[in-house]
């Protein structure tokens, strides 16, 4: 990448700097990554030397270093999609169309404990968590309320809900959009439908071993998409984030989330499906935590580890290999004490989001270390992609 010439000129460079670092004060700390990654006091042409620029490769071409789409952000920006779900359908209606008005361009749900859980209210083991954590979406009359005036033929929707009931709750919100009149080949969205945070990112109300799990959610894999019976829907979403609130690092994050994959797709294959039939609608959704150098490099990594991956499966349809993924920034990074300063601590792991080049994200208000988002605080959230978006240059 560099001439002999400069090199040489570079190292003189480095060493005369060296003895001036000596003499420096320097704090007495590991310098490492969250990760445990050594952080060198700097960088120049000499720790790249030998590295072939032509493998990090241009946005939109394998092995995808540098984004997923040839134009990125100058061709369309990501998708903002706030996570919120709070007491009755109706009340969760009138904060997406809150968000929607304010411009939010897609929608999340985040459910109770029981839809969660694929349990119903009247289950006399439920009492303690109907409401809990989100929306109740316990009936089909439950998803008309959730959805009333809202344009989800033209707008993704995001369902946050396991392999207990990713079916059911699925089968409701299809069958709502059939009684409006949609067709729902049409239908954009996700669902969750991921194992390991039924297993290790939470715990669930029965433990179901993931073998089992598996079979659940490879089968409504297969009925929306190589059935083609919902094919731009997104059935299965690894939510690598749920890990990494978890505990695990950005490293351990992404080994977790594609170990995941890959159990889904041997599955798949086993069913007799090939590896083009389902893989482009796989969506991610990684943490954006608070190393910020080493997000964006996570992100950039595990595009080219998607790219390994889909090489190891001969896949031939362009698509399988682009890695697209949701972002939801740290929410274990918050704090109750000085909630204000969360805004700060949001908007610097969106930026590492944005320039690490998500596909969607969510920004967390700076009052859920204390309670549900306020009117307010989500407002807030939003404006702070939109403030990434209009006014950084990025």
Same mark, same amino acid.
């Not at 089968?219 to 695990?248: L, S």
């Not at 959230?381 to 990025?394: C, K, N, P």
């Given at each position: 990448?560099?001439k002999d010439e400069t090199l040489k000129k570079v190292e003189k460079m480095k060493e005369e700097w060296n003895e001036s670092y000596k003499k420096s004060k320097v704090r007495n700390i590991n310098f490492v990554t969250d990760s445990g990654i050594p952080v060198k006091p700097i960088y120049t042409p000499l720790d790249i030397?030998?590295?072939?620029?032509?493998?990090?490769?241009?946005?939109?071409?394998?092995?995808?270093?540098?984004?997923?789409?040839?134009?990125?952000?100058?061709?369309?920006?990501?998708?903002?999609?706030?996570?919120?779900?709070?007491?009755?359908?109706?009340?969760?209606?009138?904060?997406?169309?809150?968000?929607?008005?304010?411009?939010?361009?897609?929608?999340? &749900?985040?459910?109770?404990?029981?839809?969660?859980?694929?349990?119903?209210?009247?289950?006399?083991?439920?009492?303690?968590? %109907?409401?809990?954590?989100?929306?109740?979406?316990?009936?089909?009359?439950?998803?008309? &309320?959730?959805?009333?005036?809202?344009?989800?033929?033209?707008?993704?929707?995001?369902?946050?809900?396991?392999?207990?009931?990713?079916?059911?709750?699925?089968?409701?919100?299809?069958?709502?959009?059939?009684?409006?009149?949609?067709?729902?080949?049409?239908?954009?969205?996700?669902?969750?439908?991921? $194992?390991?945070?039924?297993? $290790?990112?939470?715990?669930?109300?029965?433990?179901?071993?993931?073998?089992?799990?598996?079979?659940? &959610?490879?089968?409504?894999?297969?009925?929306?998409?190589?059935?083609?019976?919902?094919?731009?829907?997104?059935?299965?979403?690894?939510?690598?984030?749920?890990?990494?609130?978890?505990?695990?690092?950005? %490293?351990?994050?992404?080994?977790?989330?594609?170990?995941?994959? $890959?159990?889904?797709?041997?599955?798949?294959?086993?069913?007799?499906?090939?590896?083009?039939?389902? %893989?482009?609608?796989?969506?991610?959704?990684?943490?954006?935590?608070?190393?910020?150098?080493?997000?964006?490099?996570?992100?950039?990594?595990?595009?080219?580890?998607?790219?390994?991956?889909?090489?190891?499966?001969?896949?031939?349809?362009?698509?399988?290999?682009?890695?697209?993924?949701?972002?939801?920034?740290?929410?274990?990074?918050?704090t109750a004490q000085q909630p204000m300063v969360n805004i700060i601590r949001t908007t610097v792991q969106g930026l590492a989001a944005v320039l690490g080049g998500c596909q969607s994200m969510h920004t967390n208000s700076f009052d859920e270390a204390v309670c549900l988002p306020s009117k307010e605080a989500v407002l807030l &959230?939003?404006?702070?992609?939109?403030?990434?978006?209009?006014?950084?240059?990025?």
């Open positions: 990448m560099f030397k030998d590295h072939d620029y032509a493998k990090i490769g241009f946005p939109g071409q394998p092995p995808f270093t540098r984004g997923v789409y040839p134009s990125m952000y100058r061709g369309r920006f990501w998708t903002m999609r706030l996570f919120s779900g709070h007491g009755t359908p109706e009340e969760t209606n009138e904060r997406w169309k809150y968000l929607y008005k304010e411009g939010e361009t897609g929608f999340s &749900a985040a459910v109770d404990g029981l839809t969660f859980n694929g349990l119903y209210p009247d289950d006399p083991r439920a009492d303690p968590e %109907v409401g809990t954590t989100g929306v109740p979406l316990y009936c089909i009359d439950s998803m008309f &309320a959730l959805t009333k005036d809202l344009p989800i033929d033209k707008i993704s929707v995001a369902l946050v809900v396991e392999p207990f009931s990713a079916a059911p709750v699925c089968a409701m919100y299809f069958n709502m959009a059939r009684m409006k009149g949609l067709d729902i080949k049409t239908l954009m969205g996700t669902t969750q439908n991921d $194992i390991l945070t039924m297993t $290790i990112g939470y715990v669930p109300f029965k433990n179901v071993s993931p073998p089992h799990l598996i079979k659940l &959610a490879c089968d409504f894999i297969e009925w929306c998409t190589p059935q083609k019976n919902v094919p731009r829907w997104h059935p299965i979403n690894f939510t690598t984030y749920n890990y990494r609130e978890g505990g695990i690092d950005a %490293v351990q994050e992404l080994g977790f989330g594609f170990a995941n994959a $890959i159990a889904h797709i041997e599955e798949l294959i086993a069913r007799g499906w090939k590896i083009d039939d389902f %893989v482009n609608r796989f969506a991610f959704h990684l943490a954006a935590h608070k190393d910020f150098f080493e997000e964006i490099a996570k992100y950039r990594a595990a595009r080219r580890i998607w790219n390994k991956l889909m090489e190891r499966y001969e896949a031939k349809n362009p698509k399988s290999y682009q890695f697209r993924f949701h972002i939801q920034t740290a929410g274990s990074s918050l &959230a939003l404006r702070t992609q939109q403030t990434i978006q209009e006014e950084s240059r990025v």
